[in-house]
């Protein structure tokens, strides 16, 4: 199968980006595999490399390399053991941390986590799921005794992929890892997104230099505690966590009673309706978290993800304390860090407040972004004084 791209269409797979969109294709020419490797070419009849083809997705070609080499498991084998090698050189000591972050790793529509000897994967690729099999043998040599598979997802339906979830290997889906000090009980199955945000490890340690004893901590949209636990660990003993997930609240405290943390105060509860709660009393902190959600998965809905960031930023900043502090994320990657910023400045404008910013933070290491490619890049985050 080939694919013979339009005039001058090549410009940015050249450059690194990682797609081709099916406007962007003259012809294909062969037998068309769904989901089978292809031979890309210029409009010119050069040869550009390899890569997966769906014809039913706008994301027609998910490109693997720029070589002849064969595209099978030996390919996949050395492109994981590869990405594996480059977080282990940083943090030879870790044993919970994303294994392959698809394209960014130039693994396409390939999510690996791995919490001890159990992994968790997804795939977002037609392509990529003929080689699920060959990714799971690829684990077990890793030593995974334990794989999960985290398919329940939209972008599977894209693809022309069923959603799906359970256990490939193994039948243990929860795990009992220590990140950064702190135990964490994770279900591999019902955990968020692959079971936990490793995206946050190294933005939650952080909280424990701004934090003392006295302090009083407010984590919204905890999750299964990250922020709140890490406070705790700073010796902070007024730690409240909210969340709309009663899985999640659940899994926090438990969590907190693994690692004896008696102090954090853990709520089912949605973030909104909590602010009208305290709006209606004196309460004050010295540090919040916000930590929501995506709010918008498409350009057509960012006016009202600028919305819900604005009112969310600026109700927080109305609870602290004068010279306090706010870490806010966002985890859109159609918010651009100049319109978070914007939206940051709104809501300190709203709440009378003045804001500086003084550390900015993406994703930890193990989730590589591509500069070339800007749809991996998805989180931001500020740590502010609010005045």
């Known amino acids: 199968m ?19 969109f099916s406007n962007e294709i003259e012809n294909v020419e062969g037998e068309i595999i769904d989901g089978g490797v292809a031979e890309l070419y210029s409009n010119r009849n050069a040869f550009l490399g390899k890569g997966f083809y769906n014809k039913h997705s706008l994301i027609a070609v998910r490109f693997l390399t720029g070589g002849e080499e064969n595209i099978d498991r030996e390919f996949f084998k050395k492109r994981i053991k590869t990405a594996e090698q480059r977080r282990l050189k940083i943090f030879p000591e870790r044993k919970s941390f994303r294994l392959c972050n698809s394209e960014s790793d130039f693994l396409p529509g390939l999510i690996i986590d791995r919490y001890g000897d159990k992994y968790s994967l997804q795939i977002f690729s037609k392509g990529m799921e003929s080689f699920k099999d060959d990714v799971c043998e690829i684990l077990k040599e890793l030593g995974a005794v334990s794989i999960a598979e985290k398919n329940d997802n939209e972008l599977r339906t894209l693809e022309g992929l069923d959603k799906k979830e359970g256990m490939l290997f193994g039948t243990e889906s929860s795990a009992e890892v220590e990140i950064d000090s702190i135990k964490y009980n994770i279900d591999l199955l019902k955990g968020q997104k692959t079971g936990f945000y490793l995206d946050q490890a190294f933005n939650r340690m952080k909280i424990r230099n701004y934090v003392s004893e006295n302090s009083r901590v407010l984590d919204l949209f905890c999750n299964e505690g990250g922020f709140s636990l890490n ?72 006016p009202s993800a600028v919305k819900g960031y604005t009112e969310l930023n600026y109700k927080a900043m109305k609870l602290l304390h004068r010279n306090s502090y706010l870490f806010t994320y966002s985890c859109s990657h ?54």
């Not at 269409?9 to 450059?15: P, S, T």
């Not at 609240?249 to 102090?263: R, V």
């Not at 709104?346 to 407040?353: F, N, Q, T, V, Y």
């Not at 900015?360 to 500020?382: I, R, V, W």
């Open 334 to 387: 159609h918010i651009s860090e100049k319109q978070f910023e914007e939206i940051l400045v709104k809501a300190g404008d709203l709440s009378g407040r003045r804001i500086q910013i003084i550390d900015f933070a993406n994703c930890s290491y193990d989730h590589p972004l591509l500069p070339q490619m800007p749809e991996t890049k998805y989180l931001k985050g500020y740590i502010l004084t609010v005045n």
């Open 231 to 302: 406070a705790a660990y700073a010796g902070c003993r007024d730690v409240t966590g909210i969340d709309s997930s009663e899985h999640s609240i659940l899994s926090a405290e438990k969590n907190a009673a693994s690692n004896g943390f008696g102090s954090i105060k853990f709520e089912c509860c949605d973030v909104f309706d909590y602010f009208d709660r305290v709006f209606q009393t004196k309460d004050k902190f010295n540090l919040i978290v916000l930590d929501p959600p995506s709010f918008t998965k498409s350009r057509k809905n960012v």
């Open 2 to 20: 080939k694919i013979f791209l339009k005039k001058n269409e090549e410009r940015r797979l050249k450059i690194g980006h990682q797609w081709i």
